[in-house]
């Protein structure tokens, strides 16, 4: 399964713009007041109106579009803690211009006008680049935030946030892209085979290991569809497929000081097709990686 996956080796990643390095960036919000039981969520993934730049963003045609906002707990235990959902629409104005407009919605298609916990409030921001996440009084506790954006085609963007502090009342999604989504889809992996973060790879060796450039030199993209029928409340996961894990190994290498071990695992896994398209890239970026 080469890595020529472009929009495969996700599996069932399908490729939402919120898990690590790169994968979601924190902004600290000054309170004084902060609330020690929950705290607020706010984030944007991109769209665009023009097809020729859909490779790295979503269709604002192709709505609507769904976000799954997920706890992951130190065990790799996750439990889903906000949903949305939001259609845009299209009209003519009085002068000919185009108006678009989205109307947000919780399950069951019923519209609503402001975040709740369970209730994840998007909106489309006035330039028509982003779709805007809102969540209020998610539950701290959680070692991770993972939020997934997807839509009825398969494609999803991810990114994660670190959650493990009661400083902040507010964290800010600064970065959600094709980039996140591959670190999301590794640290993944790791969280499902290993059921523990003592063993996972930190955010930071993920954004060195993987950069955006080195993403798309891999030749990835969106997450892509699974195979199973759509289904718009369960958001598409990383599976765990075999270029994931090899990834995975490489972080793992890397992290425990092994550069020369991390090279050679790449040989071999070019030599048994696992990844193709980028490795000598990919080999010569970690020559620099100061680890």
């Keep these: 399964m080469p890595v020529s996956w472009m929009g495969g080796l996700m599996g069932v990643l399908v490729g939402i713009a919120l ?10 919000v000054s309170n004084t007041s902060i609330d020690l039981n929950s705290l607020d969520l706010q984030g944007q993934f991109p769209v665009t109106t023009t097809p020729n730049l859909a490779s790295t963003r979503f269709l604002l045609s192709d709505s609507p579009f769904y976000v799954s906002v997920r706890g992951v707990k130190a065990n790799g235990q996750t439990d889903e803690l906000s949903w949305g959902k939001l ?65 009825r085609s398969g494609r999803a963007l991810m990114t994660t946030l670190v959650g493990n502090t009661n400083q902040v009342p507010t964290l800010s999604v600064q970065q959600w892209s094709i980039g996140t989504t591959l670190r999301t889809g590794i640290f993944m992996t790791g969280i499902q085979s290993t059921m523990s973060r003592d063993t996972l790879p930190t ?7 993987f950069p955006d450039r080195i993403i798309t030199a891999l030749g990835t993209g969106f997450a892509t569809p699974s195979g199973a029928p759509f289904n718009p409340d369960l958001p598409p996961l990383p599976s765990g497929s075999e270029p994931e894990k090899a990834l995975l190994s490489i972080a793992n290498l890397v992290e425990g000081g092994d550069r020369a071990g991390a090279i050679q695992r790449l040989n071999q896994l070019r030599q048994e097709g696992v990844l193709v398209t980028g490795v000598d890239v990919l ?3 970690l020559q620099t990686v100061s680890r």
């Design 283 to 285: 080999i010569r970026h």
């Design 203 to 209: 955010w930071d060796t993920l954004e060195d290991v």
């Design 87 to 151: 259609t845009i629409s299209s009209s003519l104005s009085a002068i000919g211009t185009t108006v678009m407009k989205g109307v947000a919605m919780r399950r069951g298609d019923i519209m609503i006008d402001r975040p709740s916990p369970s209730w994840a409030y998007l909106s489309l921001n006035p330039t028509q680049t982003g779709i805007q996440v809102d969540v209020r009084r998610l539950k701290r506790g959680y070692a991770y935030y993972v939020l997934v954006a997807y839509n």
């Design 19 to 28: 898990l690590m390095g790169g994968c979601g960036k924190v902004t600290q």
